[in-house]
């Protein structure tokens, strides 16, 4: 867990592919509208913390981490 905050899962090409996927799907300018980016690191800032909590539990947690991600994606 220590060593997962010093390290990047996604790289900064790819949040920019995201933003951009995201604007084409919402059907937006991602240069001029924020949305498609508030959206994208959102739903990443939302990973890194469910994951984090789950593999830093004192206690075995009651759900997988997979249906922990949905409920919080919700």
């Not at 996927?21 to 469910?50: E, H, I, N, Q």
Request: proline share 7%.
């Amino acid at each position: 867990p220590h060593l997962l905050s010093k390290s990047t899962l996604i790289s900064e090409s790819d949040q920019r592919r995201f933003v951009e996927l995201m604007a084409t799907r919402m059907g937006v300018d991602p240069s001029v509208d924020m949305r498609p980016a508030l959206l994208v690191y959102t739903c990443l800032a939302t990973v890194k913390f469910v994951f984090n909590r789950w593999l830093t539990a004192d206690a075995v947690p009651s759900e997988p981490v997979h249906v922990q991600m949905d409920e919080a994606l919700r």
